[in-house]
């Protein structure tokens, strides 16, 4: 009987293919918010997916597989962004905007809200911008984010802290300036 309840509490062996369509999307996004180039996404999610390939079998369940996947993505972030100067770009044209959001028709305010977004997340090293995109985008635990940085629990709200002073900092910045050119226009905010 004992051995009967140890196999109902192990975790079920899981299928790559199942992973990779229940968790694209979000490794995609994930890569995007930890500052991976709209150019790189394929090539990054890529090497996340080849990774799970590899140590699929070694997963052992005792957190959940978004997780597990969070973890891998911010280690092929790190990866890439240290290897970025390195490489050789090619200069072409810029990406369409609407094409890069996702989104036909973006209502203007809320392109202005990604973008703004984009800049503070652009203006947090990456340790910090891992914890913010984590606990603020991703709706993830202070105890979670600590399992996918590998971190104390203590550094993570730190980051956190910083991250957030970060964020309001550039959009402090950014208030201003809308403020400065509406003043110049002769526009009361």
């Not at 203590?154 to 910083?162: G, I, M």
Request: a neutral charge; proline letters at 5%.
């Amino acid at each position: 009987m004992h051995h009967a309840a140890q196999e109902l509490s192990a975790p079920l062996p899981l299928a790559f293919d199942a992973v990779y369509r229940d968790h694209f999307a979000m490794v995609w996004r994930a890569l995007r918010r930890f500052g991976v180039p709209e150019s790189d996404l394929p090539d990054a999610a890529q090497d996340v997916f080849v990774v799970v390939h590899r140590k699929l079998g070694e997963f052992d369940g005792r957190y959940r597989v978004s997780t597990w996947l969070y973890a891998i993505c911010v280690r092929v972030a790190s990866d890439r962004r240290r290897r970025a100067p390195n490489r050789y770009e090619e200069f072409g044209e810029e990406p369409d905007e609407a094409r890069v959001s996702g989104a036909v028709h973006e209502p203007w305010e809320l392109a202005e809200r990604r973008a703004l977004l984009r800049e503070a997340l652009d203006a947090m090293p990456l340790e910090q911008r891992t914890v913010f995109v984590l606990f603020e985008l991703e709706g993830m635990t202070g105890e979670e984010i600590a399992t996918v940085v590998a971190a104390p629990l203590a550094t993570v709200h730190s980051r956190l802290r910083l991250s957030r002073e970060t964020f309001r900092r550039v959009v402090g910045r950014a208030r201003a300036r809308e403020e400065f050119e509406l003043a110049r226009m002769g526009v009361k905010p």
